[in-house]
Every structure is written in structure tokens, then in C-alpha cells.
């Protein structure tokens, strides 16, 4: 018999298409009453076939969509693609109607097995890009520049004024159109459509043999014209020849409205997953629950939504619907009404109100019966025992490692970013930088599923897969300085069994490489990952004697490596020596380093007075020492002074200023409270020639543009006063200008009680410490 795609009749009439738009609520509400109408002796749904044993789980008390079946090559799990289902997803209603009511309920798209093989794209079976758009082409006919508004007049606003009497009315007129569009536009720029159609209808000449004339078929509203043309079995067959395969497993997994979203990349997606989901989902006056669930939203962020204004948005929305001639209120009209009435016409609050309603953050839930890769299951189990429930909506998480539970917290997401699942992403920790203290940003994203996978060829667990992973790559690094942040991920991650094989592969690459800057590269990380000793209970003498051992190297290669530089390697030659002055402090206080601190200086010594080191490495040097309190402010006074001589060229002396009073060490503060310095630099800048001042003018912003806006503020105030305001004596006797004569003392008493109780001190803290 012929298939049906519309029309009176019985579920004996022959198979029912019922061409959808995915993830419509108008398509899925049109699908529920066309099988309550009809009641066929089975459903048919686009997806792929390997799932039909899945599909009793979409049964589940656990299973909370939206959700999305997963595919992955076994031999590749890289190689995956998901079929996302939303409660407002026409397959997934036609799925669970079948399920209640005991109809027999299969897939019927190319197996996940030919489509991983024909694509090596990470895309779901719906999300591939069409060359021809139906929806867009359909609404310009109608007249409609925007297709997403002609979609809700014609389908989703269909059932304003009461659904039709045949309820397979819509289907046919979808059918109809999308003959006459594939009879204009051939496969619409996707030949592998043929392919998937070809096995679409051999699965449903089975169903029929199995079933009898009386199934549905519930797919893209594209491909019913290809259900319903007459083709042979030999020449379907013929199409599907040849196609590679591999091996592919399935599951369910979680999914999000974001994920939905087309923005987010998604071929098949919707401009609003949480919009559509709202118009599913309310029972009726499905305007007046939207504008109260924004005036909530928009409540919890202390804006004023007052009761009156819910009830004038909703009138507004109604009014200008109306004016446009539209069956219902559609997403721009409320758009528009909460604009006006309850956001004052700013698209800021507009903003949120569309992240977290008109999109939304909802992550569906999948029963624990749902198979997955053992690696998967032991993330679950963890995730549940730390309590650190995966979210959709990015959140921070501040952990305290003396905590037990927040130490294990922070080792399995360092784990698990070694893994290449990166749930978490370190973030700048808010008042504390010591080593006690991590914080993190979290976000789930259904592609974790995919990269758990990727990730379990190293292993059944979290930690087993890690330290196997950590080994491998040590072994196979390509670098010293991927060692040795590899060795700091190791400590991070509480990997004991891979650090040795981590510290064998650093000790030979330490001892063979002789490049200055390579070893430089290696030191921070090494200095770093010392300090996680006492916190994280890891013995660290084995990277102590690596990391001095290089640090002394780097003692010895560092000056002649700074020499006769261009602007770029001078640049890279500077964040090196920032670098290894830091680690050496962190270095300081070990065992080993006895001595250290002081070659470094030496070294530092020699960098800020010979004359073939770049500037701005002089400058850097300089100021290191001063800071150290290891050079007189005297002497680097007089450094500066060489330095901004008039003999200099102005190009070599504004790198000197970029080295001395650049970065982030409180330059700016330097010259605000040093009278002499900031002199210098007074009068060099007055007397560069002007032909030249141009040239050095982009060095001198970059410099001074990263002061914080009040030491700006202040050094253009002690300039502006110049040389003759009343001040406190400096080093020399001479006055800083902007301060006054003498110290008061009464002031300076006043902040004692705060230190006391900042510092924890019992006894009265010395006036000095005020000072």
C-alpha cells in the first residue's frame, strides 16, 4: 500500500509519515494527537537503529530529558555523534507514547556504525549542515523574513483558536511542501540523505512485514517525500553497498537546552530551547506564566517587578501581537513587552532574561542502568561521594586543601584536565594566594561524555587512567619544559606511582639538554610544584636536587644568552629572567639551594651593567636588586641616571624605563614615594627631541598604561607640583614632593589595633610595624 502522509483513515490504510521539525513543541503536540487519533500497531523513529535496546530506558523514573543517545567508535571514541531529544522533541513524545501504551517502538535511521564511518565530525545524526534551508525557503514564500517567527504563526500558535479536526492535517501540508522543495532543489545540497533514505525504507517495508500496513513513521519533514516514493528493494540496496563501517556502542547521556541552542553550533538546533520548552510544558495562559517566571528572574537580581507590571507586559505583548498581525503572542512580541516594562528598555537585564529563560541552563538526567564506559561509572561514583553534582550552568568553587573532601575534590579535577576532560578550569582565587587555597570554574558540557570516553583506553578509573596517561606522556615528551609541568600536574593530581617515571624522564632530559632558555622554561614549574609538598603530603626531594641543579645551570648560561638581542628575543629573554627570579625565591628555602639566592643576584649584578644587554633586561635586572633590597637606592639612581644620559639613544632608554618600572611589581609605586628616580625620568622625557618622541611614544604607554588609574593620578600630581613643593626629606636630603615634613606619629598609632588584630598579636605591636 501506498504510505500515508495525511488524510481520514485508519491505521490500516497504510504507514502514517509524520514529517516533524525537531525539537517543535507545535510538532510534538501535532504527533501526540495524530497517535491517539490513529493508535498504530507500531512507531517508527528517525534515529539510529543500534539503539532500539536503549529505548526502554526513555521509560525510566531516572531518565529526565533533555537527553541525547550517544554514539562512539569503539576503536575511536573521538569519533561520536549524539541525537539530542528534548519533553518537546516530536521523537521523544512519539518514544514514550509508544512505551506507555505498549506499542512496539524502533529506529529506523543508517546505523551509527555507517554514519561514524562516513563523517569524522563530532555532530549528532540531526545537526548536519543543509545546503538548502526548508524552513527559511518556506517562510519567504509565505512572506516572512524571519523563518523561526513564520514556524510559530503556522505550527507552534496553531492551536490558538483549537486544534483541527483531522490532526493529521498539519503533517500533510508539511508533506506537500517538502515534495514540492525537494522536486526544486534535489537532496538540498546533502547527498548522503540518499543513503540514510535508503535504509529508512528498507527498515520500513520490515515494520510493515513485521506489523502490518498500520505504523508511523515519525522524522524530518524533509525526508517524507523520500519515504513515500516508490523504489525498488534492489535498487535501496544498491545505494547502501560499499558503505563503510566500524564498531559503535551506544548510551544515553545528558543533554542541556544550550546544547539545543543553533548558536552552540548545532546544525538541527532552535534560536530558543527554554521558550519552546515553557510552551510545552504549561498547561494554559502560557503568556501570563512566562512573564511571571522574568519578573522572578529578574526579582532574584534586585531589580523592582511589581505585580502591575507582569499584568501590563502581558497586555503589551497581547497589543502587539495584534498590530502584527499575528495568531498568537510569539517570543518577540513578550521579547519586546518585558523590554519596555520590566527591564526600562535596557537590553542589559534583556540579557540574562534570554540566557537563562529564553535558552536556559536545564541539564537532563539519565538513570544509573544506562550503560556506560567504566571510566565513566567510576566518575559518577566520585562525583556523587564529593558531592560535586556536574552543571550546566558554570559556577565557582572555592576549595580549601587542609579540607580532606576538598583536597580530593581538587585532585580528581586536576586528574581529570590531565585526562583531557576539562570540567573544571583553574580560576584566580579571591583572597588568598597561598598554596592552601584553589579556586575553579566549573561547567558540564555533553562533550565531557566524549572525552571521558577518549580518555578510558588508559584505564577503568580516574586514577589509573591518569597515572597511566602521566606515564606515557613522560616517556614520550618532546620537551624539558613539558616535563616538568608534567611532573607539577603529577603532585597536583596526587599521582604517586607516576612520579617516578615522571622524575626519570626530567632528570635525563635536564642532564642532556644544554639550551639556557630551555632550562629557564623548566625552572618556574619546578619551584612551583615544591611547594605542594607539606599540603599535599608528597615527597619532593627528588624535584628539589633537579630543580637547583638547573637553577645553577641557568646561573652560568643566563648572562651570555641576554646579549646582542632583537626587540623580540629580548622580550622572551625578560619573561625568563621574571621567571627564574621567581622560582629562585621559591627555591630559597630548601635544603639544597644553600647559596643560591646570592649567585642569582651576582647574575643579576652583571645583567644590569653591561652595556650589549638589552635595556630592558637592564632595567628588569636593576630593579630586582633594588627590590631585594640587595642595591642602594642611591646606585640604582645613578644606573638610571647612565641609562637616560643624553648619549642614549631614546629608544634604548625607554626599554630601560619599560625593564625597570614595567610589569606587575608596583613600578608606578616606585616613582610615586622616590623623588629622585621619578626626577630622572622627569627630565628625560622633557628633553627628548621631538622628531624622536613619536618613536618612543607607544613603548612609554604600554608602560605606564598598566599603572592602577590612582598611581597614575598621583605621579601626573607630584609632576604637575614639580621640584619645589614642600615634602619629606629622601635618601639625599632633598624633599619628595607631595608628602609632608614629618611623620605623625598619631596617625600612625591609630592603625596599630587593626595590625593587632590582622597579625594575631598579643603584645602591642612596635610603632615601626605601623610605619
Do not use: N
Amino acid at each position: 500500500m501506498t504510505p500515508r502522509t495525511a488524510g481520514a483513515g485508519t491505521a490500516a490504510d497504510g504507514p502514517l509519515l509524520l514529517g516533524v521539525r525537531h525539537h517543535g513543541p507545535g510538532s510534538a503536540r501535532a504527533v501526540l494527537a495524530a497517535l491517539e487519533s490513529v493508535r498504530p500497531s507500531a512507531v517508527l523513529v528517525e534515529g539510529p537503529p543500534e539503539g532500539d535496546a536503549l529505548l526502554p530506558l526513555a521509560a525510566h523514573g531516572g531518565m529526565r530529558p533533555p537527553v541525547a543517545l550517544l554514539a562512539h567508535a569503539v576503536d575511536d571514541p573521538g569519533r561520536a555523534a549524539f541525537w539530542p531529544m528534548a519533553d518537546f522533541s516530536p521523537e521523544w513524545v512519539a518514544i514514550r507514547w509508544a512505551l506507555t501504551h505498549g506499542v512496539p517502538v524502533r529506529f529506523v535511521d543508517l546505523p551509527a556504525a555507517h554514519s561514524l564511518a562516513l563523517t569524522d565530525r563530532q555532530e549528532s545524526g540531526q545537526a548536519k549542515d543543509r545546503g538548502v534551508d526548508p524552513i527559511g525557503i518556506l517562510a519567504g514564500t509565505a512572506g516572512y523574513d524571519d523563518p523561526e517567527r513564520w514556524w510559530e504563526d503556522v505550527v507552534e500558535h496553531r492551536a490558538a483558536d483549537g486544534e483541527p479536526a483531522d490532526p493529521r492535517t498539519p503533517f500533510a501540508a508539511l508533506a506537500e511542501a517538502m515534495t514540492a522543495l525537494r522536486e526544486a532543489h534535489g537532496d538540498g545540497g546533502h547527498p548522503q540523505d540518499a543513503v540514510r533514505e535508503a535504509y529508512m525504507r528498507l527498515r520500513l517495508r520490515a515494520a510493515r512485514k513485521e506489523f502490518g500496513d498500520g505504523v508511523a513513521v515519525v522524522c524530518g519533514a524533509w525526508h517524507v517525500p523520500a519515504l513515500a516514493a516508490r523504489t525498488t528493494v534492489a535498487a535501496d540496496r544498491a545505494l547502501l553497498k560499499g558503505i563503510p563501517k566500524v564498531k559503535a556502542e551506544l548510551t544515553w547521556v545528558p543533554w542541556t537546552h544550550r546544547r539545543l541552542a543553533r548558536h552552540s553550533g548545532y546544525g538541527a538546533g532552535i534560536e530558543s530551547p527554554g521558550w519552546y520548552g515553557h510552551l510545552f510544558a504549561a498547561p494554559d495562559r502560557p503568556v501570563e506564566r512566562w512573564m511571571t517566571k522574568v519578573a522572578g528572574l529578574l526579582r532574584g537580581t534586585d531589580r523592582t517587578v511589581s505585580s502591575a507590571d507582569v499584568i501590563e507586559a502581558v497586555r503589551l505583548a497581547g497589543t502587539l501581537a495584534a498590530l502584527r498581525g499575528r495568531p498568537a503572542v510569539g517570543l518577540g512580541e513578550a521579547t519586546d513587552a518585558v523590554r519596555a516594562v520590566m527591564c526600562g528598555g535596557s537590553d542589559v537585564p534583556l540579557a540574562l532574561v534570554r540566557d537563562r529563560l529564553v535558552v536556559g541552563e536545564i541539564l537532563g538526567e539519565v538513570p544509573d542502568v544506562a550503560p556506560a564506559v567504566p571510566l565513566q561509572r567510576d566518575l559518577d561514583r566520585q562525583q556523587r561521594s564529593l558531592r560535586l553534582r556536574p552543571e550546566a550552568e558554570g559556577r565557582e568553587l572555592e576549595l580549601d586543601l587542609r579540607k580532606d573532601t576538598d583536597a580530593a575534590r581538587s585532585r580528581l579535577l586536576h586528574r581529570l584536565r590531565l585526562l583531557g576532560v576539562d570540567w573544571g578550569e583553574p580560576a584566580a582565587g579571591r583572597g588568598s594566594t597561598g598554596t592552601f587555597r584553589e579556586s575553579w570554574r566549573l561547567r558540564w558540557e555533553p562533550e565531557l561524555f566524549v572525552r571521558t570516553a577518549e580518555a578510558g583506553v588508559w584505564g577503568t578509573t580516574v586514577l589509573g587512567a591518569a597515572t597511566a596517561r602521566a606515564e606515557s606522556e613522560a616517556v614520550s615528551a618532546s620537551s624539558l619544559a613539558g616535563v616538568t609541568v608534567l611532573a607539577e600536574q603529577c603532585l597536583l593530581a596526587g599521582l604517586p606511582e607516576a612520579l617516578p617515571v615522571v622524575m626519570r624522564a626530567l632528570a635525563d632530559r635536564a642532564a642532556l639538554d644544554a639550551d639556557v632558555g630551555h632550562l629557564a622554561d623548566a625552572l618556574p614549574a619546578l619551584a612551583r610544584s615544591l611547594r605542594y609538598g607539606d599540603v599535599r603530603s608528597t615527597d619532593t626531594s627528588a624535584l628539589e636536587e633537579v630543580a637547583v641543579g638547573l637553577a645553577e645551570r641557568v646561573c652560568v648560561g643566563l648572562p651570555p644568552a641576554c646579549t646582542a638581542l632583537d626587540a623580540d628575543a629580548a622580550a622572551e629573554a625578560l619573561r625568563r629572567v621574571d621567571g627564574v627570579h621567581t622560582a629562585i625565591a621559591l627555591l630559597a628555602g630548601t635544603v639544597r639551594a644553600d647559596g643560591l639566592p646570592e649567585r642569582w643576584a651576582a647574575v643579576l649584578h652583571r645583567l644590569s651593567t653591561r652595556g650589549r644587554v638589552a635595556g630592558v633586561i637592564r632595567g628588569r635586572a636593576t630593579r630586582l636588586l633594588l627590590d631585594d633590597g640587595r642595591l642602594a637606592g642611591s646606585e640604582a639612581a645613578r644606573l638610571m641616571g647612565l641609562a637616560l644620559s643624553p648619549g642614549t639613544a631614546p629608544a634604548d632608554a625607554a626599554s630601560w624605563i619599560e625593564g625597570f618600572v614595567g610589569g606587575a611589581g608596583g613600578g608606578g609605586l616606585l616613582l610615586v614615594h622616590d623623588e629622585a628616580l621619578l626626577g630622572l625620568v622627569d627630565t628625560w622625557l622633557t628633553g627628548i627631541p621631538a622628531d624622536t618622541f613619536t618613536d618612543v611614544l607607544p613603548l612609554l604607554r604600554r608602560t605606564f598604561s598598566a599603572y592602577e588609574p590612582g598611581v597614575r593620578r598621583t605621579l601626573g600630581e607630584l609632576v604637575r607640583r614639580g621640584p619645589d613643593a614642600g615634602g619629606t626629606r629622601g635618601e639625599g636630603g632633598a624633599t619628595a614632593p607631595g608628602f609632608g615634613g614629618v611623620l605623625d606619629e598619631a596617625r600612625a598609632d591609630a592603625v596599630v589595633p587593626v595590625l593587632r588584630l590582622l597579625l594575631g598579636a598579643e603584645e602591642p605591636v612596635p610603632r615601626t610595624a605601623a610605619r
